[in-house]
């Protein structure tokens, strides 16, 4: 059975760095677009970044620039470098997978496997 599992998040001061984890179990990452989404209390889940399986990766405006996308196909692994941390990325974020190709970026309904989430808390 396949699964995403989501690692790393924790509580963090303004300005400091977290990287989330993203690793597989039962599919190879390689051939997966993977997205990274965020729910913050009371609020919609948003798309925060998405790495399409031949690297290509698209960032949601409110993170450019702080966080990074990346994938390794070796530890069937997708991480989330978030530097620069501002109190509102507070969220649960997600890491979700897609095997076909995603036509409207950054779009969970894009995507069918899902983790269970990791916790992420910025202090001001």
């Known amino acids: 059975q396949w699964q995403l599992v989501e690692s790393g998040g924790g509580l963090v001061q303004s300005g400091g760095s977290l990287r989330l984890s993203c690793a597989a179990s039962?599919?190879?990452?390689?051939?997966?677009?993977i997205g990274w989404f965020r729910q913050a209390p009371g609020k919609e889940r948003e798309g925060v970044s998405e790495i399409s399986s031949s690297g290509t990766t698209n960032y949601a405006d409110s993170v450019k620039g702080r966080f990074t996308i990346s994938r390794d196909n070796a530890q069937n692994t997708v991480f989330l470098q978030m530097n620069s941390l501002k109190p509102e990325d507070t969220a649960d974020y997600y890491c979700?997978?897609?095997?076909?190709?995603?036509?409207?970026?950054?779009?969970?309904?894009?995507?069918?496997?899902w983790g269970q989430g990791t916790q992420v808390t910025v202090s001001s």
């Open positions: 979700a997978g897609t095997s076909r190709i995603v036509e409207v970026p950054l779009f969970e309904g894009e995507y069918n496997i």
């Open positions: 039962g599919i190879t990452l390689d051939y997966y677009h």
